[in-house]
């Protein structure tokens, strides 16, 4: 059944401040498989950093590919100055054996990669062959032949041409059978490989094409560099020649910290997308001085140190990095160099001085909180010392004392709830900034927010952070940050690719289970890019053009949250549309987004005071037949944005808004 709704927009009083297009703005944490999927590498332990997985002494995702008797493996240490640990490989000549490394991989086609060797090999081994197959059919999808040319380390570098498409290959490494043998004796036959990496020639700044133009056309505003491994990153590991940079473990989410996304790969990466970056420094097991630096290396001139450092890095120019951030929820157990309100503050105001001197243009973020005891201890503290606090805004079960036995429909209406948690928690801290005049001219900066539908511990299979119910919260909850947008100033939606709660690209078809969830490549399509349904609302939201927020006054149905918790506002008369207006610069388009957080169909009537329409909108439309739709590996464009036509005088009659859906309506003024 359809509810009736009456919306009025007053296009004659717009706000006085405008909306920062850093609001829009989107989150790159090194979590999980979030880099993995980013960058374009189809190989893992490039630099055989991992230990052996079997019997056999072979690194991490390798395995020994030999049909000879006697091949021996090592694992020894790398070349010089690099990281990681060399593979050894030792090939009798009397087994007449082909011995070499092979992995598992996942190969675009037609297409050429860029493959790159760091080996050395006993003086009568000339040549190693680097190929692809079809792990199934044993089809060569591509061959080289690399020449060896040294007993000592080399690099090597040429073109291989992959044939066709294959999600099911593998990689070979290997002395063929058929090269010359030699006499035995006590040092021949020998291969070291210290390095191997196949990288597709359409990457761009290291990152798969296709995440780089999905991540354009969500026109960001701001890419944020930061989250939990942050706090026990030192910045001077992931700069300079890749294959030098340290391999580190990475002390939050286990694993190893991506050497191969460093300072420069991310100014890259923003650059071609032409956003603005935010760096969040370590500050849990790094000092205010290592902080200095690193601006220094971003903003300094090539005439000082760490501007000189990059220079011979091969970045001359100052990358004039403005938005730098001080703590990521340093609150929490979870992070290292977790310490009190107090603590923080004081670290704050060390950071904050040692940083401005590197560079007293920069715009300071200070880690905030949700609990307001914490923030105003740092704002009391430290407060004159920053421009922004920032607030992580997960909206989950937890608050509700809900859990997977909660009858479905509602939790839906819970996570629907978002807005008024954003609400409540901004206008909080809101009052608190401006409780006082030293810390009044602070802003906030959500820096990270998302749905997360379970607790962190429970977390299998397919999360629900990819429905279009969370879309829908999602959605709600842009809408709140705009009509909030006096304050907050910038957003970033976490995450970008995969990684934690599940970015919203999706690369392939591994989910960001907690725990073990299903392997890479289990569902036959490891290549698949696509957007979830939240993708399709930051997409929608960041490419309008809405300047300034104009009055919204709705008429509509309700609905309520059964909180199994008391709450701290009031959730039992919840209105079914969200909605937040807005014009661009000169007034001749009016944007109306609308957020049906109902589970019925409303039939919308609008009334623009103020302006004169033309007599066709234009509609965005985000919907399904479920709030529990999805797209996934198999349907990557089952729930996407449609744009139509519609008559102004449709709106003005009343329009059928499907339950769980999001729009958008542009008007244009009359010529």
Known sequence: ?????????????????????????????????????????????????????????????????????????????????????????????????????????????????????????????????????????????????????????????????????????????????????????????????????????????????????????????????????????HWEHGVGP????????????????????????????????????????????????????????????????????????GFPEPYNVRYWEIGNEVWGQWQVGTCTAEQFAERTISFAKAMKEADPSIVLLACGHYEQEWNRTVLELAGESIDYLTLHLYHGYGPFGMNRDTPAEDRYKAIASYPEWTRHHVRQTTELIRSRPEHSHVKLAITEYNTMYYPNTVRKGLPNEHTLGAAVANAANLNEMMRCSDMVHIGSFSDLVNGWLGGCIRVGDYYADQYCGKQPGWSGHPLTIYGTPTYEVLKLYANRDVRRVLPVQAECGTFSVASRKETPMALDALLDLDIVAGTNDDGSIVTVLIVNRSLEAVRAVLDLKAFEASGETTLYEITGESYDDINSVFQPEHIMCKESRVPAEAWRQGYDLRSSSVYALEFRAQV
């Open 242 to 313: 890749v294959l030098e940079r340290p391999v580190m473990y990475n002390e939050a989410w286990g694993g190893w910290t991506s050497k191969y996304f460093g300072t420069d790969e991310f100014i890259r990466f923003c650059r071609e997308l032409q956003v603005e970056p935010l760096i969040c420094v370590n500050d849990g097991s790094g000092t205010p001085e290592e902080a200095a630096q690193w601006i220094e290396y971003c903003n300094g001139s090539a005439d000082t140190s760490m501007g000189a450092l990059r220079a011979r890095n």
């Open 1 to 233: 059944m359809n509810t009736n709704a009456t919306i009025t927009i007053d296009c004659s009083r717009k706000s006085e401040h405008e909306i920062n297009p850093y609001l829009f703005g989107h989150f790159v944490e090194d979590i999980r498989d979030h880099m993995e999927a980013m960058l374009a590498f189809p190989l893992k332990d490039m630099d055989f950093e991992s230990e052996a997985e079997t019997m056999t002494p072979v690194s991490g995702s390798w395995r020994a590919y030999t049909n000879g008797r006697n091949t021996q493996y090592a694992m020894e240490a790398p070349a010089p100055r690099h990281s990681g640990r060399a593979q050894r490989i030792r090939i009798l000549s009397d087994d007449e054996a082909y011995a070499g490394i092979t992995q598992k991989a996942a190969l675009k086609g037609p297409m050429n990669y860029t493959v790159r060797l760091v080996a050395r090999a006993s003086i009568e081994l000339q040549y190693v062959m680097v190929e692809a197959v079809d792990r199934r059919t044993e089809e060569t999808l591509g061959q080289l032949r690399m020449e060896l040319g040294s007993h000592n380390w080399q690099h090597y570098e040429d073109q291989l041409s992959i044939l066709r498409e294959c999600t099911d290959a593998e990689i070979r490494v290997y002395v063929p059978a058929e090269h010359p043998r030699w006499v035995d004796h006590v040092s021949t036959g020998m291969l070291w490989i210290d390095h191997v990496s196949l990288l597709p020639v359409d990457s761009t700044a290291l990152v798969k094409r296709e995440v780089v133009e999905m991540t354009k056309d969500l026109n960001a505003g701001m890419m944020r560099l930061a989250g939990n491994y942050i706090s026990a990153y």
